[in-house]
Nanobody, 118 residues
Framework: QVQLVESGGGLVQDGGSLRLACTTSGGTFRLYAMGWYRQVPGKQRDSIARVYTDASTWYADSVQGRFSISRDNAKNTVYLQMNSLKPDDTAVYYC????????????WGQGTQVTVSS
């Protein structure tokens, strides 16, 4: 079972930056594609960024050009650098494998709250 611990969230003003980190354990990190996801209360959890085993990346249109995902296989950690933050980016941010495994066997982490004030 892969354990996921997200950190780095907080309150930031419109236009500010944050760097999220997700440390994993219990699996072979370098073999996994990893993703960052976010969820607003009452809405589905959306995939916003992915980094594959060859370090190639994908971004949702909503964050393209502002967010950057990276991974450090030596530290079993995936990062999300978020720049030019907007109030619409306010959400709970989660990391997980991509695609996310069955949550019955690999639960999501607790997430980290990002709040962008206008």
């Amino acid at each position: 079972q892969v354990q996921l611990v997200e950190s780095g969230g907080g309150l930031v003003q419109d236009g500010g930056s944050l760097r999220l980190a997700c440390t994993t354990s219990g699996g072979t990190f370098r073999l996994y594609a990893m993703g960052w996801y976010r969820q607003v209360p009452g809405k589905q959890r959306d995939s916003i960024a992915r980094v594959y085993t060859d370090a190639s990346t994908w971004y949702a249109d909503s964050v393209q050009g502002r967010f950057s995902i990276s991974r450090d296989n030596a530290k079993n950690t995936v990062y999300l650098q978020m720049n030019s933050l907007k109030p619409d980016d306010t959400a709970v941010y989660y990391c997980n494998l991509f695609p996310p495994p069955d949550p019955r066997f690999h639960p999501w982490g607790q997430g980290t709250q990002v709040t962008v004030s206008s």
